[in-house]
């Protein structure tokens, strides 16, 4: 038996085929459109992490810890007069960067909303501020007295402008988050 197709038959099968490949070349350049927008996306963000980085790199470098946190006994030159202890906080800021750092601002537990304030801390320096006015049991509450299965520091929440004019706050030694002049509590001050 003999096939035998028409001109009718064969602009049918034509068009159909037209169409079918019509739309396989159109799924095929949609998918290569999703595909370069997906790697245009991900280099985007691979340029906005990197400049994120770049931005951090000085913040990283920059963090605050206790210093001579040990109650002191100030001596009594009367040994009648009662004697009572009083604890002094001492906080030290160090900057390993390789610029400076400008109006640092470190929060002590127990003293919240009086940061102590250090003007400036330079290239590879440290510099500190105490809390001479501390209460006495302030060191065993706030940081503990070192008993086993308790912490030996506590992480100081520092906040900090960096050599561009970033303000950056870092609690610890964790990453430090950048802060915009609405979260800056400065700029709410009256």
């Known amino acids: ?6 001109w009718n038959e064969l602009d049918a099968l034509g068009s159909l085929l037209g169409g079918v490949f019509g739309a396989a070349a159109f ?9 370069e927008m997906g790697k245009h996306r991900a280099d985007l963000e691979a340029r906005r992490d990197e400049r994120h980085d770049e931005e951090r790199r ?13 109650p002191t006994e100030p001596v009594s ?22 610029a400076p750092v400008w109006d640092i601002e470190v929060e002590v537990p127990g003293r919240e909303g009086r940061p ?35 912490p030996y520091w506590t992480p100081l929440d520092v906040t900090f402008v960096d050599n561009a004019g970033r303000r950056w706050r870092r609690s610890g030694r964790a990453e430090p988050v950048r802060l915009l002049d609405s979260e800056d509590r400065r700029s709410s001050r009256p």
């Open 77 to 98: 030159e009367l040994k009648d007069e009662p004697f009572e202890p009083r604890s002094e906080v001492h906080v030290k800021v160090f900057n390993h960067s390789d």
């Open 1 to 6: 038996m003999l096939l035998s197709f028409g």
């Open 27 to 35: 799924a095929v350049a949609l998918a290569v459109l999703v595909r």
């Open 116 to 150: 102590l304030l250090i003007e400036q801390v330079p290239p590879h320096g440290v510099e500190g501020n105490g809390w001479l006015d501390a209460p006495r049991d302030w060191y065993i509450t706030h940081v503990s007295a070192g008993c086993p299965g308790t």
């Open 58 to 70: 000085q913040a990283r470098l920059v963090y605050a810890t206790l210093d001579g946190d040990q």
